[in-house]
């Protein structure tokens, strides 16, 4: 009867304390780290004294006190700083990062620059490097207007030549004289380069010749360039060819058209 007696094989529990733990526990990967139960609970301790130190974002249904506690404790954090809500908040915001408390903190010479500055919460570096900026192109702009105002003038002196500093004296008592008519046109002229303009300086060289009355018995002038004195003793020579050999009028021609001459080989 004993050889009748079936044998049953009865299942042993785990000698290990993975076994009391359900599958999908025992193989999730975090798992894998785990050496034994006083490892699991060490990991278990810290991870509670992480999530202690931690700041959980405020949900959107979050009410006024838990975004204001959110806030506080953010506040603590090194480094970091919430967007501002009022202007308050973003006056402190533009202080931390630099900005001065009035226009006196950026220490620039330009009042107006410095009023400007401080109402675009410029930083007290970014408005000395801006400044700096500035004046340099300021004056690198200044230079090359002046070179290429001394090379204009050089041209109009070649165009001039002998006559330029005389139609020079001309257009500027010209000015001197719209000044009068015109409230500081002259300043103006200075004050922004114009005056030195060919340009400006010929229209007022022209206005001056209607201010001015004509030169007497056609006689050459010092205003006149190389290129008019020619072409006036061209017109002279012509004129002689009008002019009978006997007439009284021809030698006084041809001394005139003779200083033309001598006029325009002389300038320049």
Avoid: C
């Amino acid at each position: 009867m004993a050889d009748e007696i079936e044998s049953v094989e009865v299942e042993q529990p785990s000698s290990t304390w993975e076994g009391s733990l359900s599958d999908d526990i025992a193989d999730h990967p975090v798992m894998k780290n785990v050496k034994d139960v006083s490892d699991l609970a060490t990991q278990y301790i810290n991870a509670q004294g992480l999530i202690g130190r931690s700041v959980q974002i405020p949900s959107d249904d979050a009410s006024e006190e838990q975004w204001g506690k959110f806030n506080e404790r953010i506040a603590k954090v090194r480094g970091v700083y919430r967007m501002p809500s009022n202007e308050a908040e973003s006056n402190d915001l533009w202080s931390k990062l630099g900005k001065p408390d009035n226009t006196e903190g950026y220490e620039l010479s330009d009042n107006a620059f410095a009023e400007a500055a401080h109402a675009a919460n410029l930083t007290k570096d970014q408005a000395t490097t801006l400044s700096k900026w500035i004046e340099d192109a300021a004056s690198k702009i200044e230079t090359e207007n002046a070179t290429n105002s001394d090379n204009q003038l050089d041209t109009l002196k070649d165009e001039w030549g002998r006559a330029y500093d005389a139609r020079i004296g001309q257009a500027q008592n010209a000015v001197r004289f719209m000044d009068d008519k015109v409230e500081g046109l002259f300043d103006y002229l200075n004050d922004s380069g114009m005056g030195n303009n060919p340009q400006i300086i010929k229209l007022f060289y022209l206005m001056s010749q209607g201010l001015q009355e004509p030169t007497m018995n056609g006689q050459p002038t010092a205003t006149m360039t190389s290129k008019e004195a020619m072409a006036r003793a061209h017109e002279l020579t012509e004129k002689l060819f009008d002019l009978d050999e006997i007439d009284p009028r021809r030698q006084g021609v041809i001394d005139e058209r003779a200083k033309y001459f001598e006029m325009a080989m002389g300038s320049a």
